[in-house]
């Protein structure tokens, strides 16, 4: 596939044409080292079309140059800016850096203009035209380019190798050439002068044609040539070394004027066909590089089909006026290369993809990604030269990149892309007892093969400066007061995954356990009052060997104790590893075994009752007796052995309370 850039120009009939050089067999008829179009002086086409502007081959001169900066010698054009472009002649002086890259003989004729284009030093050169350029009207400039390296003197430097970049050559206008020249070494002042048309130039040191057709806006009656106002980054020259551009045959006029080549097909299809603009009763002949195709004299040349190699194509076009050229230059297969990386992929982040496509001719102009995720409906795709997706499952993916250039070639590749599972961060966290010192665990997971490689913690405590961010797996952390805090775990995978979560915290006092109670006997409810600080969870230990359910975790509990003996209580609070414990020693005492007998009376006889309750630990103290008279609240008594009359008959219930 070949790319086509277009050059065009006009030249007039065959002049002095030695017998011993033949312009169209591609031999070195006369061992001058040149053949056919490369002997200029042998194989010269004088242009036909009169150029507007004035002395277009800067034969004319005022003066022979004897050094740089002279542009005063050339008649008719004006050194256009501060920044001082140079008239070279080979009547007197010449770059040796021109001389070296094998520049002379120049295109037509001795003399030649030429520019620094460099960021600070921007030469330009200029010239009123013989008559207007009209608005609306279609013109074209043709002119002879080449480039090479140069010091401030015009010597060679850098071996002479360009390592400076395409860059547009600027054709610039005028309606007033009283503008001319323009003061500073930069570029043309706006709106005194107007972009006309500008032309991609790849530098090379040997001289070719470049072309710029335009159509100005207005009427335009001066023009000024040279590099555009910000030049590309290759263009900051090395200490002391400068890109420099020779000009040379400057043809413009009307486009109707000039001979053309025209291109069918493309590169990418390799069906490239130059095409003459047709002139009635002429002959053709095409040339590669100046050299003669033979037997190639159609007005057609189908470069493809017949494989002719990248170089710059001319047609001769001969008719019984004369002759003329125009010329076509057919560039390298153009390198189109698709490609791309990414950002690390995880499960539900957002992974960016990057554009590293490149290609050796035009731009990147088109993008169509697929990202093998159908899951994700119209987010599948994308037209965008950097984009984002986010794939909501593991897994392998097949991501297709396809790039299109702007000479209409494209492009694929297909990467896979691994979507790696998120760690599940996690954490637990234990309060010291000695204040508010918090020991942190994490117990955070990754899917295998990956493992957590890091651990980033705040504890939300900003108050403890630099204290206050671990890269620890379980740190400690002394809050700097009690409260409530937000701590946050950010846990990052091998893969390169990172997740985070939060838990509020609370920084509290350790509790203190302590309890009070009153001991009673055996088979007596006995009350517990709970007088802890700081506590919310309690654990109470009866001390009672008898039995398995000696437990409670009331507040206040009530207890029972069946036997008799010392019981060691204990009172645990916040069971765990801040707990605090009280413990009280209470003696439980045996009940009395109340007993007594009373015989049976008649009503108005006095009974008497016995007491028979014994106790096997003491002595009974007191007694109290009800004898379920209704009769009467008096019916009471607190003897051992006391009497009573019932007045009626009846059957009463009489009650014994012995206390010890």
């Known amino acids: 596939m070949k790319q086509l850039l277009f050059s065009l120009f006009f030249l007039l009939a065959f002049s002095s044409l030695q017998a011993q050089e033949i312009c169209n067999n591609g031999i070195d008829d006369d061992n001058d080292g040149l053949v056919d179009l490369n002997d200029l002086v042998d194989c010269n086409c004088a242009s036909s079309v009169p150029s507007l502007i004035p002395n277009p081959s800067f034969e004319l001169m005022n003066c022979c140059p004897t050094s740089f900066s002279q542009m005063n010698c050339a008649t008719s054009w004006i050194q ?99 503008n001319l ?59 002391g070394c400068y890109p420099y551009f020779y000009f040379d045959n400057l043809q413009l006029n009307t486009s109707t004027s000039f001979n053309t080549v025209s291109q069918s097909g493309t590169q990418c299809a390799n069906n490239i066909v130059l095409t003459s603009s047709i002139v009635p009763t002429a002959t053709y002949q095409w040339y590669l590089n100046g050299v003669a195709l033979v037997g190639q004299t159609n007005s057609t040349l189908n470069i493809s089909t017949n494989g002719f190699p990248p170089g710059n194509y001319t047609v001769v076009v ?19 290369v698709a490609t791309f990386t990414n950002t690390t992929v ?35 795709t994308s037209i965008l030269q950097n984009p984002s997706h986010v794939f909501s499952t593991a897994g392998t993916y097949n991501v297709t990149l396809i790039v299109t250039a702007s000479n209409g070639c494209t492009n694929t590749i297909v990467i896979q892309v691994v979507v790696t599972p998120m760690p599940v961060p996690s954490f637990t966290y234990i309060q010291t007892c000695a204040g508010q010192t918090v ?23 900003p108050a403890s400066a630099g204290n206050n961010t671990s890269s620890l797996t379980n740190p400690v952390h002394n809050f700097t007061t009690l409260g409530n805090y937000v701590v946050t775990l950010i846990v990052a995978s091998s893969a390169g995954c990172s997740q985070t979560i939060t838990q509020n915290i609370s920084v509290t006092i350790p509790s203190v356990a302590a309890f009070i109670a009153t001991a009673v006997c055996t088979n007596t409810p006995m009350s517990f009052t709970n007088q802890s600080v700081n506590s919310t969870v309690y654990h109470w230990d009866f001390g009672d060997p008898m039995l398995t359910n000696d437990t409670s975790n009331l507040l206040n509990p009530i207890y029972t ?66 004898f379920g008279d209704p009769l009467t609240t008096n019916d009471i008594s607190s003897l051992q052995n006391p009497t009573y009359l019932y007045t009626t008959s009846g059957t009463f219930n009489v009650t014994l309370i012995c206390t010890s």
């Open 80 to 178: 256009a800016s501060s920044a001082t472009s140079d008239y070279l002649n080979t009547c007197g002086y010449v770059f040796p850096a021109c001389i070296a890259a094998g520049l002379v003989p120049f295109p037509n004729g001795n003399g030649i203009l030429g520019c620094i284009f460099s960021p600070g030093w921007q030469e330009y050169v200029g010239a009123c035209l013989t008559s207007p350029m009209l608005a609306g009207t279609p013109y074209t400039l043709q002119m002879d380019i080449a480039s090479t390296p140069i010091d401030n003197m015009g010597n060679v430097c850098n071996n002479g190798i360009i390592t400076f970049g395409p860059v547009n050559v600027i054709l610039y206008g005028t309606t007033n050439c009283a």
């Open 181 to 239: 020249p323009f003061a500073g070494s930069g570029c043309p002042p706006s709106p005194q002068f107007v972009i006309l048309g500008q032309f991609l130039y790849t530098p090379v040191s040997n001289w070719g044609v470049i072309t710029i057709t335009f159509t100005p806006t207005v009427n335009i009656t001066g023009i000024v040539i040279g590099s555009p106002c910000v030049l590309p980054a290759s263009y900051t020259p090395p200490s």
């Open 318 to 336: 001969t008719t019984s006026a004369g002759c003329s050229e125009a010329s076509s230059v057919v560039l390298p297969s153009a390198s189109l």
């Open 346 to 380: 995880c499960v539900g982040a957002s992974t960016t993809f990057i554009d590293n496509s490149t290609t050796a001719s035009g731009i990147i102009t088109g993008w169509s990604w697929n990202f093998g995720d159908p899951a994700s409906a119209p987010n599948n």
């Open 439 to 461: 020991n942190f665990t994490s117990t955070s997971t990754a899917t295998a093969p990956s493992t957590i490689t890091s651990t980033s913690w705040n504890f939300g405590d």
């Open 561 to 626: 104790f069946v036997n008799s003996g010392t019981f060691l209580v204990s009172l645990i609070t916040n069971p765990g590893p801040c707990a605090d414990t009280a413990t009280m020693s209470f003696t439980i005492n045996p009940g009395p075994a109340v007993a007594f007998i009373a015989p049976n009376v008649c009503a108005g006889s006095i009974t008497s009752f016995t007491d028979q309750s014994t106790i096997s630990n003491g002595n009974i103290a007191s007694w109290s007796w009800n």
